[in-house]
């Protein structure tokens, strides 16, 4: 099992982006580095309500204990030895989806998301995504892939969703600024 602050970072963190509406019940999923590995959400679990229970740990030889790992577990690995993030998380955001499937990349127009994001590369759904997802993740702070959802990597998981949460919010502006002009 996780200590005490690693799964209650989960759990938070888990909570806030499905109260934003950021992932479906049993959608998107989360990781975080500790030593020898990297402990990751189970396979089908719900990020509103994650317990200790609901946590798998992969080792750095990719062997894992606990309920079986998500099944984005390989880009979490890749992200972790090529990008050396600390924590990283997956989330379906619906603009920033839709905006996915428009344009590459997505550039925000907004003043916190231009700070914070700067352009945010559309790689492809194939079967490269793994290794593709970690190399931008070493440049960027946030990757959608398209027609799927957000990779953010963060020092720790609030940062990770931080850069989630910036990304919905300037695709949701960008969306908005289209609809008036």
């Known amino acids: ?29 989360l990781s975080v580095r500790t030593d020898g590995g990297f402990w990751i959400t189970g396979t089908g679990k719900r990020l509103g309500s994650l317990t200790a229970a ?12 606990g309920p079986a790992p998500s099944s984005d577990t390989a880009i979490h690995a890749a992200v972790y030895r090529v990008a050396g993030a600390g924590a990283v998380a997956h989330a379906h955001p619906a603009c920033a989806t839709a905006w996915s499937l428009a344009v590459d990349p997505f550039v925000p ?7 914070i994001l700067g352009a945010v590369p559309v790689v492809p759904q194939d079967e490269a995504v793994a290794e593709t997802v970690a190399a931008t993740l070493l440049r960027h702070r946030a990757v959608l892939v398209r027609g799927h959802g957000a990779y953010a990597a963060g020092e720790d998981l609030w940062q990770a969703a931080h850069f989630i949460t910036a990304l919905e919010e300037s695709a949701r502006i960008a969306w908005y600024h289209r609809l008036l002009q």
Request: glycine share 14%; hydrophobic share 40%.
């Open 1 to 29: 099992m996780p200590n005490r602050e690693v799964a209650e970072q989960f759990r938070a963190v888990g909570e806030e982006l499905a109260r934003r509406g950021l992932v479906t019940t049993h959608g998107g999923n």
């Open 54 to 65: 609901d946590l798998a740990f992969v080792g750095d030889d990719g062997t894992a204990a």
């Open 109 to 115: 127009i907004d003043h916190e998301g231009i700070l």
